[in-house]
DNA sequence: CTGTGACTCTTAGTCCGTA
DNA sequence: CTACGGACTAAGAGTCACA
């Protein structure tokens, strides 16, 4: 995938969508526990999500999206940051 | 993943963003082999993901969307048919 | 110009447990 | 309630060759 180092997963463009999962979430003043079971995913790999540790698949967006009850494109940056966090790094 | 049958991919969801793509990227009049080349990912693996054979990631997503000079949320369908898809199966 | 099979390697994703 | 680690399985990422 994205050669990246088994260890630490710091991409920028995960943490950008990252944390607009996690504030989301916590708009919804519900715990990672409670939503990752009703995206139905798995409660380790969701919190991992909020870290910025994956880069989640079109379908575990779209079950996010759906459970936070927005968009799939709200959880992503707008085009113009994209370019920048796609060019920033590797 | 999607505690799902090993081979052919016939998720309802991931056809529906391939399609979108697709839709897209033609309407660029562009060949997949040269968008994948400008979207930086491997050509054979570009036309699985038309073909709705992967569920690619979010990063992978946003290279497409920049790629296409769309939004990310452009290649999903909205929420209410996020919702039909993501519960028409499994 | 695109679809596929075959293959390798890495990561997504599950499940358990502990601080 | 959240972070994180280990162990493991399934699937994505990436490349080639050929129809």
Redesign the interface.
Known sequence: ??KRKTLENR?P??QA?ATRIRALREGKGIAQEVFAYEAGIDRSYYGGIERGKY?????????I??AL????????P??EE??V??TSHN
């Open positions: 995938m994205q991409d463009l995960l969508v880069s989640p698949t079109a379908i575990n967006l779209a079950k999206a759906v009850d927005v968009e799939v494109g709200e959880l992503f707008g085009r994209l370019v966090l796609l």
